[in-house]
């Protein structure tokens, strides 16, 4: 849609590929390090506050701490 609003879909088209080819490679490496199963938390700080960002789908999903 975006690639159609701004007139765009060729570029947008190459980088959604090259978006799909980077997860896919990802997953491989991660069911070679048999990590594919595994639950991960992140988490930022500064000096004040921190945030744990948690979601299965990797979204963006903050909580402060």
Excluded: C, P, R, W
Aim: overall charge negative; cysteine-free.
């Amino acid at each position: 849609m975006l690639g159609e609003t701004f007139g765009k879909e060729q570029e947008m088209q190459i980088f959604l590929d090259n978006f799909n080819k980077k997860v896919e490679e990802s997953k491989e490496k991660l069911i070679a390090a048999g990590l594919i199963d595994k639950t991960v938390t992140i988490i930022e700080g500064e000096k004040k506050e921190m945030a744990d960002i948690a979601s299965k789908q990797y979204g963006l999903l903050s909580d402060h701490l």
